[in-house]
Each structure stands twice: as C-alpha cells, then as structure tokens.
C-alpha cells in the first residue's frame, strides 16, 4: 500500500518498521498464540517488552541512576495537576515560564491545584504578546526574560517545544536557566522528546506524551530525579502518587499495556538506525530544507516566529489570505499530504516533522510549495 504523508500534529506518524512489527505480532506475540493486549501485565511475556521499553530509554538518553523512567496514563493534560499535586505544599510556590499555550494550559492547572493546596503559582516569564484569544508567541524565554523567580520554588516549569506556535527551546533546553540551582527544573517534552540528545541529570523531572513522537496516544513517559520521589506529598490518593507507580515499576495498576509495547517499537527502531544522534541529523536536514522553502519563496510563505526560536518539529507559515490556506491544504491532500492545518486557534499552515516523518515526504512537500508558489 502506498503511505499517506502524515505531517499531522498528534496524535502523529509512527515508523513503519514498528508498525509492520506490531502488524507481525498482532496475533502470536512471542510464540504465546496471543496478541500482547491479551497477556497480563504481571505476566512475564508483557514484563519483558515493559523492562525494554525503559532499557531503551535509559540507553537512548542516558538516564542516569539518580533518576526514575515511569509509564503514566492521562497524557501530559493530566500530568499538568499530577505534578503540584506531588511537589507542592502548604506555603510553597511554583513558577512557570510560558512561552505557548501549552505552558499556560499547564501554568492554569497548577493554579487550580496550587489553591486546593494552600500553595502558590507564580509566572517567572511570559514571552507573549497582547491578551486572551489575540495574544501570540513568537520566541522562546531567554535568562533576561526571568524577572518573577522565587529562589526557593518547589520547582520550575517550562515547555520545550510549543507545538501550536512553533517554538522550540532550540539549543540546550536547560541553557536559559544556568542559575536554578537548588530549584529542580522541570520540562514539558510532550512534542520534541527523543528527537535529540539531552542532559537529563540538569532536570529533577521531564514528562511527555507519547503521542507526538515515540507512540500512540494514551502513554505518558516521566524521568523524574529519584529523591523528587520520595520527597513527594504521601497525604494525596496513593494512586497519584509517583512513588506508587515508582516502586512499583510503573505496574501498580494495569498501565496502557500496547501504548507502551508501540513505545518499546519506536525506541528500538530509533536505536535500530543509529540512536539520538543519527535522528538529530534527520531531523535538522528536513527542517533545514522547509525553512528554505518558506524564506527563499516568492513572497507567498511567511514565518512569523523568531529564527532562533523555530520549532524544529512544528513548522508554522501563513500565506496571504485565508483562502490561500485553505486552498493549500486542500491540494496537497489530493497528493496524499495530511495534517497541514494549523492548530484552530492559530489557523494558518502547521508542518509536524516528527522523528517518524520521511524525508521524502518533506521533499515531496517542498516541492508542492514551489509549485503553489508559481502558480498563484
């Protein structure tokens, strides 16, 4: 069959090496004549892919020992409260850089659970402009932008990439913050996780969703510094808590078994062709080549986010009209292109170049460009 290219935001592409593999072991998962979303998840068939997916993790990142690799339900949505809910308390505060949506949605639900609490949430940098549904980003927070931090917060989160707006701490994501010192960092990587290396030992905690770019939807992936852990509230459900679920080898309750067996897929044909650095390459080579496309047209591609800002996996353009867009995305479907609206609220033209997405499929994209481009 011929594969529609998929450059849809989430939930995302996957690998055709992992999905033909799920596709093989469909029926007969490791000679039990069953498929793996029969078999237990105490048992010792399901155990083996579960113990390789955070192997994997562990050997793509370098997960050092100080820290614990955990399988969560929710999705990072629901994350967005479990996190105070485990590291705030009574007259402790919390601050948040937004530099997106996402780290508002985030920064919002903190609040929420920050009150129930007694505690306070504080926004430590906002690279917005104007209000409500009219306000924008266009760049990611820099050290200058931190004039609200309180030197003894229970944590400070930021969102690596926002997906909707297409901006993405680009460089280090921990750089902005050389001075955190004892106030643990913590990152949303819901959109760009494993796309390249990091130092994981520079953050207390690290969540994403599965769903953009290592797995299906329904899986949430957690590295959280170990002593975060056993710091955590105990006077919350025991269910919500990360030391339940840490002690527990994420298997307290029934995890999303087959999430996390197409997880355990994804990392093995990541590390299967190379490991970190080799999708990094991939990556900045398609994104190089649509920047290309957008900046060296005719006038008809516009990028409003800053250069040093731009999202590697979420390219975001707008072309003169709305009609224009729409008429756009309308023909590179009849050539089997998908998911190239932007998000609703935004609008425009939004390109997800996700470890999964071919660089044919970018080529082919680049080349309809030029086409629309000289045919007006």
């Not at 820099?142 to 926002?162: C, G, I, M, W």
């Not at 080898?249 to 067996?261: A, E, M, Q, R």
């Amino acid at each position: 069959m011929s594969r529609t290219m998929n450059f849809s935001a989430g939930p995302a592409a996957l690998p055709l090496p992992a999905l033909e593999r799920a596709r093989d072991e469909l029926l007969d998962f490791a000679g039990t004549g069953m498929s793996v979303m029969e078999q237990s998840h105490r048992g010792a068939d399901y155990e083996k892919v579960h113990d390789e997916a955070i192997a994997l993790t562990r050997g793509l990142l370098g997960v050092p020992d100080t820290h614990d690799v955990l399988f969560l339900q929710g999705g990072a949505s629901a994350f967005f409260a479990l996190l105070p809910m485990n590291l705030l308390e009574k007259g402790r505060s919390a601050d948040y850089v937004l530099t997106g949506v996402w780290g508002e949605k985030a920064w919002g639900e903190a609040r929420h659970t920050a009150n129930l609490l007694g505690a306070q949430v504080h926004v430590a940098a906002d690279t917005g402009t104007g209000d409500g549904k009219a306000k924008t980003w266009t760049r990611v927070a820099v050290a200058a932008d931190l004039k609200q931090r309180d030197p003894s917060a229970a944590y400070l989160h930021f969102t690596t990439n926002e997906t909707i707006h297409g901006v993405q701490f680009g460089v280090d994501p921990a750089r902005p913050f050389p001075d955190s010192g004892k106030v643990p960092l913590v990152a949303d990587m819901s959109s760009d996780f494993l796309w390249r290396k990091f130092d994981v030992s520079r953050f207390g905690l690290v969540y994403a969703g599965a769903q953009k770019n290592i797995g299906p939807s329904g899986v949430v992936m957690v590295i959280v510094r170990k002593e975060l852990v056993a710091a955590g509230r105990k006077d919350i459900p025991k269910i919500f808590q990360l030391r339940t679920h840490a002690e527990n080898k994420s298997l307290y309750n029934t995890p999303p078994t087959f999430g996390i067996y197409m997880v355990r897929n994804v990392l093995a044909w990541l590390q299967g062709i190379g490991g970190l650095d080799a999708i990094e390459a991939r990556n900045r080579t398609k994104a190089a080549k649509l920047y290309a496309a957008i900046d060296g047209g005719p006038g008809v591609f516009r990028c409003s986010v800053e250069r040093e800002s731009r999202s590697l996996m979420n390219v975001v353009f707008r072309l003169p009209t709305e009609a224009d867009e729409e008429r756009f995305a309308k023909e590179a479907k009849k050539l089997g292109m998908i998911g190239l609206k932007g998000h609703r609220s935004v609008g425009g033209i939004r390109v997800s170049l996700y470890n999964a997405v071919e660089p044919a499929w970018v080529d082919a994209l680049v080349g309809f460009m030029g086409e629309f481009a000289r045919k007006g």
